[in-house]
């Protein structure tokens, strides 16, 4: 239960409804408690991030609004006093990450032709079967190879661009992570297959998964792409973890139907352009 807090301090955004919460912050994320989305991006924020948070009343609030940039993560449910202040706080720019249909109608209301909505699919990861990943290992062209990840790929590169300098900044990749690149004969990384976020206490790990096809389109249409994240979900089977895909695009849910993984949860992202 929430207890009354009269003690916090608190910053109201001019006469907004919305308060941001500025100590003791844990004590308001009941309402994330299992969230259909995202779970591991929001174990991560509260870890390892200076989240901010809002809500919609001290004592007991029933909408909460999570800010890690440049995202904000709706819960409870929504509140048609709040629409101005959600304005004011989410500008231009913004991404959304909506719960429910419910949320959805809600940030259209408000919004409208300001915002795009992007559809996205959570997986279910219970029916993958190592052998039948075996079956998806091909052989790579002679001068590519698939290794673990090592610090010296975290050094420069996609790996670091896209994955460490956004989520491993206050944390060790090689101590908190896992994951395989695909590197040439130079050790250049041109994909890679990992864990997306710091694994926390819990045996689920999200999949984050990028061949870089711009560099060398010679090599599509080979399997390459399968290879390399089928790998990792084979090692990732076998240390016991369940590696979670959430599909923002119709190429990434082809790959995980291909790879044994079955449809969850329809839901939507959403981002403010205007």
Same mark, same amino acid.
């Given at each position: 239960?929430?207890?009354?807090? +009269?003690?916090?301090? !608190?910053?109201? @955004?001019?006469?907004?409804?919305?308060?941001? =919460?500025?100590?003791?912050? /844990?004590?308001? *994320?009941?309402?994330?408690?299992?969230?259909?989305?995202?779970?591991?991006?929001?174990?991560?924020?509260?870890?390892?991030?200076?989240?901010?948070?809002?809500?919609?009343?001290?004592?007991?609030?029933?909408?909460?609004?999570?800010?890690?940039?440049?995202?904000?993560?709706?819960?409870?449910?929504?509140?048609?006093? +709040?629409?101005?202040? !959600?304005?004011? @706080?989410?500008?231009?720019?913004?991404?959304? =990450?909506?719960?429910?249909? /419910?949320?959805? *109608?809600?940030?259209?209301?408000?919004?409208?032709?300001?915002?795009?909505?992007?559809?996205?699919?959570?997986?279910?990861?219970?029916?993958?079967?190592?052998?039948?990943?075996?079956?998806?290992?091909?052989?790579?062209?002679?001068?590519?190879?698939?290794?673990?990840?090592?610090?010296?790929?975290?050094?420069?590169?996609?790996?670091?661009?896209?994955?460490?300098?956004?989520?491993?900044?206050?944390?060790?990749?090689?101590?908190?992570?896992?994951?395989?690149?695909?590197?040439?004969?130079?050790?250049?990384?041109?994909?890679?297959?990992?864990?997306?976020?710091?694994?926390?206490?819990?045996?689920?790990?999200?999949?984050?998964?990028?061949?870089?096809?711009?560099?060398?389109?010679?090599?599509?249409?080979?399997?390459?792409?399968?290879?390399?994240?089928?790998?990792?979900?084979?090692?990732?089977?076998?240390?016991?973890?369940?590696?979670?895909?959430?599909?923002?695009?119709?190429?990434?849910?082809?790959?995980?139907?291909?790879?044994?993984?079955?449809?969850?949860?329809?839901?939507?992202?959403?981002?403010?352009?205007?």
């Amino acid at each position: 239960m929430l207890k009354t807090r +009269e003690s916090i301090p !608190i910053l109201t @955004i001019g006469e907004f409804n919305m308060i941001k =919460v500025d100590q003791q912050k /844990e004590s308001y *994320l009941d309402l994330f408690q299992h969230y259909p989305v995202f779970s591991l991006f929001i174990e991560y924020a509260t870890l390892h991030t200076d989240y901010v948070l809002y809500v919609n009343r001290l004592d007991h609030p029933d909408l909460i609004m999570m800010h890690v940039p440049p995202a904000y993560l709706f819960a409870g449910k929504p509140d048609e006093k +709040e629409g101005e202040a !959600i304005q004011k @706080i989410m500008g231009k720019g913004a991404w959304i =990450v909506s719960p429910n249909h /419910e949320f959805d *109608l809600w940030l259209e209301k408000i919004y409208g032709s300001r915002m795009q909505s992007h559809p996205r699919v959570l997986f279910d990861e219970g029916a993958l079967d190592v052998n039948q990943l075996k079956g998806k290992l091909k052989p790579l062209p002679q001068e590519l190879s698939i290794v673990p990840i090592e610090e010296k790929h975290l050094i420069k590169g996609m790996i670091k661009e896209e994955i460490i300098d956004r989520f491993f900044e206050n944390t060790s990749f090689m101590t908190h992570g896992f994951g395989f690149a695909l590197v040439n004969e130079e050790g250049i990384v041109h994909g890679f297959a990992l864990t997306n976020y710091p694994m926390g206490s819990s045996n689920e790990i999200e999949v984050s998964y990028r061949v870089g096809y711009e560099s060398f389109q010679k090599y599509r249409l080979q399997g390459i792409g399968t290879t390399l994240v089928s790998t990792f979900l084979i090692e990732a089977i076998r240390r016991g973890y369940k590696p979670i895909w959430d599909a923002a695009n119709d190429i990434s849910k082809h790959i995980a139907k291909k790879l044994g993984y079955i449809e969850k949860y329809h839901w939507m992202m959403h981002h403010i352009i205007e």
